[in-house]
């Protein structure tokens, strides 16, 4: 009876020979058929058989030999077919989609530029001088003559002080006087009439003239004065323009002074306009706006 067993081994012969060792048979005896021969990481694979399915005719021994033959098929795998690359029809599709895409966003810019363009056409163009109010235009405003004080300046000045320093819980009297326009002296105890270098009382003598000339054609300069700090800042004033401009022609060049306000700025451009060695300049933005002190070219 015919028995066919499958072995494995690392090589073909390590296959045989125990697919032999297994049947108990000789080379001679058996029919061996290689699967597979093995490789790096693959074991070789036989099958063997031993015995014949049905007795030989008789006669048929006499043209047999005597060995009999081993048949070795072989059985290799065939290698798989690398996969081959995108055809023609594929690349041109994938260049297509490329093109299709940068046109839609070209279209999409184009169409956002000519939104905007389309929003600055149809929104009118305002200049800022729409907005400026009349009275404010320098240019287009009359000049106005200056005037001297009337009962009714006195009048409207010496109210709204009163009004406005009751407001304030300060107890004072007003001397007036409609010299060089109206000067006005308060009278009082308390001291924060005058504020830090006179911002109080240039806030309040701002304020006065505003309120007393605003409807008027001609202009009458009201000046505020309070425990004669007006006399001993323009004393000030004069010892420490002349102390700069020394400064400057000593050393021969310019000198800056410290921030101070408009009125100040004025008392010390007119006295050191008497100075030919000299020439001053306000420079800087208000708050900060100050008096530069050049010497004079020669």
Excluded: W
Excluded at 25 to 51: N, P, R
Excluded at 109 to 114: G, L, N, P, Q, S
Excluded at 281 to 292: C, K, L, T
């Amino acid at each position: 009876m015919k028995k066919t067993i499958e072995v494995s081994a690392k090589k073909v012969e390590d296959a045989i020979a125990e697919g032999l060792a297994i049947l108990g048979v000789t080379i001679d005896e058996a029919e061996v058929k290689i699967i597979s021969t093995g490789g790096l990481f693959k074991k070789a694979k036989i099958e063997i058989s031993t015995g014949q399915d049905d007795p030989a005719p008789q006669g048929a021994a006499e043209s047999v030999s005597a060995k009999p033959s081993v048949k070795l098929v072989t059985e290799t795998a065939q290698p798989e077919k690398p996969a081959k690359p995108e055809g023609k029809a594929d690349k041109k599709l994938e260049k297509a989609e490329k093109a299709a895409k940068r046109e839609s966003k070209s279209e999409t810019k184009a169409e956002v530029k000519a939104e905007i363009k389309a929003e600055k056409t149809s929104k009118p163009e305002v200049k800022p001088e729409t907005f400026k109010r009349e009275r404010f235009d320098k240019k287009n405003r009359e000049p106005r003559e200056s005037a001297p004080a009337t009962p009714e300046t006195i009048a409207a000045a010496e109210g709204f002080l009163s009004k406005t320093l009751q407001l304030a819980g300060i107890e004072a009297t007003l001397n007036s006087e409609a010299e060089n326009g109206l000067s006005i002296n308060i009278v009082t105890e308390e001291s924060a009439v005058i504020g830090h270098r006179g911002e109080t009382l240039d806030a309040l003598q701002y304020l006065t003239n505003l309120v007393v000339n605003e409807s008027r054609k001609s202009f009458t300069k009201i000046s505020l004065d309070a425990f004669g700090y007006r006399g001993r800042r323009a004393e000030s004033l004069k010892r420490m323009a002349e102390k700069m401009a020394d400064k400057c022609v000593r050393q021969n060049r310019r000198v800056a002074l410290e921030p101070m306000n408009n009125s100040d700025r004025k008392e010390i451009h007119a006295f050191l306009s008497e100075n030919s060695m000299v020439v001053t300049r306000s420079e800087g933005a208000e708050p900060n706006r100050r008096i530069v002190i050049y010497p004079a070219k020669k």
